[in-house]
């Protein structure tokens, strides 16, 4: 399948992106509204059924009981986001972490709730032991979650490094889906010059010696990197230097930051696209080229825990069910947006004593879930010049189009596919919210996520299709899906 062409993808800024790994647009009547055409027989990517992700800082592993079999408050919210997925533990504080073989005695902190929150950028030393991981495993088993497990590079030895990763390998069997070395290597600091990061050699020299005590440990264990934050020519140089090594390529994305920067702002959350063809299409073009999956296995709307007043915000559900639509049409194989704790940008806040809820992001997430497991189709949109975006998706035989309206314009897509596929009616699931710029009152399908982690619509739209059309209308600042039966 041809690669997405970067200048045309530069080029439509603000016009929608396609489904296809090869959007095109045409032109057509000023007068006419914007139009979808999909082409069922067209397959251009299928979407793994665990490509929903969820990452997590390490020290979160500190307190056992948060991940374990007994925190039901949890278990639901990942659930409802997906029958299978990926949790990715790792983060800033997985190189503030250090292997215990033994459990510790004391049980005072078990409860204790880690996140990326503004304030709490103090770092101290974490202790993680085989309790930490038999919990999480079990957590796992009740999800039907997979695992990516950050190691600490920069600051741990080679022996722990090992002595961790064989129980974790141990204990989470085949659901580890990789290991990794570090967390975004590419702005470690040496410690004589905090202005002086660390070049792709030192990091790769390093790498090299921890897979060496790793593989001595446990010889047949996945592992994946480089978990780059923004260095994506990191991903190719890693990618040619473990060639039969790793399983998977991953690096980070986070569309905007710092939060103090006046300019992140929601409207260029919606509308830049610049950052993602130099991070997240460069990174997926690499993979590609050394033929390995590609996963975002860290990011949100805006890194350093987020920005009040958009990350918190329904412009950043809007954004994130859109972002992982386009990694999963380019033929990335996952995407895993960080949070924990009580973040601006956390898809569940909360805490098992607190209780847990979901925020902007988490709908956004649960909104694209009809295309996981499912196939991309070939599709084309003209967007009239507003912000929209569409993807066409194919799973049994049943069509679902996502369709994106981020401009402050209602309009009415038109959809058109072969008559034979269309049906004689489609079933519409909506985005909603009071405001682009509201923290609370997010529903889809009419419904908020409950407290205990269920969601079920209470809305029932149905829509006639004639001769292969379908009219979807599109307010301003919303999604929709349609169902086609």
């Not at 987020?306 to 380019?330: E, I, N, R």
């Given at each position: 399948?041809?690669?997405?062409d970067r ?14 790994a090869t959007?095109?647009?045409?032109a ?8 979808f055409?999909i082409?069922?027989?067209k397959?251009?990517a299928?979407v793994p ?10 020290s979160?592993?500190?307190?056992p ?13 990942f ?9 990715r ?11 215990s ?9 078990d409860?204790?709730t880690e ?6 950028r103090?770092?101290?030393t974490?202790t ?11 957590f796992l ?21 090992a ?7 141990a ?10 070395f570090?967390?975004e290597p ?11 990061r660390?070049?792709y050699?030192e ?11 790793v ?5 047949d ?47 260029r ?13 460069s ?8 033929g ?20 918190d915000?329904?412009a ?23 949070g ?14 607190s209780?847990?809820?979901a ?12 295309m996981?497991?499912?196939?991309m ?9 507003l ?16 369709a ?5 314009k ?8 072969p008559h034979d ?17 509201a ?12 407290s ?19 009219h ?14």
């Amino acid at each position: 399948m041809p690669l997405l062409d970067r200048r045309r993808f530069l080029s439509h800024a603000t016009a929608a992106t396609a489904v296809a790994a090869t959007p095109r647009l045409w032109a057509v009547a000023p007068e006419a509204g914007p139009t979808f055409l999909i082409q069922t027989d067209k397959p251009v990517a299928h979407v793994p059924a665990d490509f929903t992700g969820l990452s997590y800082e390490s020290s979160q592993l500190a307190h056992p009981s948060f991940f374990s079999a007994a925190d039901n408050g949890l278990i639901p919210f990942f659930r409802t986001l997906g029958d299978s997925g990926v949790l990715r533990i790792g983060g800033n504080m997985s190189e503030f972490t250090t292997w215990s073989p033994t459990d510790p005695t004391d049980t005072a902190d078990d409860k204790g709730t880690e996140g990326p929150d503004p304030g709490k950028r103090t770092k101290r030393t974490f202790t993680l032991s085989p309790r930490s991981i038999q919990n999480l495993n079990a957590f796992l088993e009740a999800t039907n979650w997979k695992l990516i497990y950050g190691l600490n590079l920069a600051g741990g030895t080679a022996e722990a490094a090992a002595e961790e990763a064989a129980c974790v390998a141990a204990v989470c069997g085949p659901r580890l889906l990789a290991l990794q070395f570090g967390n975004e290597p590419d702005l470690f600091k040496h410690s004589d010059d905090p202005k002086d990061r660390w070049k792709y050699p030192e990091f790769i020299a390093k790498w090299n010696t921890l897979e060496k005590a790793v593989r001595a440990k446990v010889p047949d264990v996945p592992l994946a990197g480089p978990d780059a934050a923004f260095k994506e020519d990191w991903v190719g140089d890693f990618a040619a230097d473990t060639k039969g090594k790793v399983c998977l390529l991953t690096s980070h994305y986070y569309a905007e930051g710092p939060p103090t920067n006046p300019d992140m702002t929601i409207d260029r959350l919606l509308t830049d696209r610049t950052k993602f063809a130099a991070n997240v299409l460069s990174a997926i073009e690499m993979a590609k080229k050394a033929g390995l999956p590609y996963r975002m296995s860290e990011g949100n709307s805006c890194y350093n825990a987020g920005k009040k007043g958009v990350s918190d915000t329904f412009a950043a559900a809007l954004w994130a069910g859109d972002f992982m639509a386009q990694v999963a049409a380019l033929g990335g194989t996952g995407v895993n947006l960080h949070g924990g704790g009580n973040g601006l940008y956390t898809p569940i806040a909360g805490s098992p004593e607190s209780g847990f809820s979901a925020r902007p992001d988490y709908y956004g997430m649960l909104f694209v879930r009809p295309m996981t497991g499912a196939t991309m189709l070939q599709s084309e949109l003209n967007a009239q010049g507003l912000n929209l975006s569409a993807y066409a998706v194919q799973k049994q035989g049943n069509v679902t189009v996502l369709a994106f309206n981020k401009s402050p314009k209602e309009t009415t897509l038109k959809v058109q596919m072969p008559h034979d596929r269309m049906g004689k009616t489609a079933s519409i699931v909506r985005l909603t919210a009071p405001a682009i710029d509201a923290t609370s009152g997010v529903l889809l399908g009419g419904s908020a996520v409950a407290s205990d982690g269920s969601w079920r619509p209470v809305s029932d739209e149905m829509i006639a299709c004639k001769h292969g059309v379908l009219h979807l209308t599109l307010p301003a600042y919303g999604a929709a899906s349609a169902s086609f039966t």
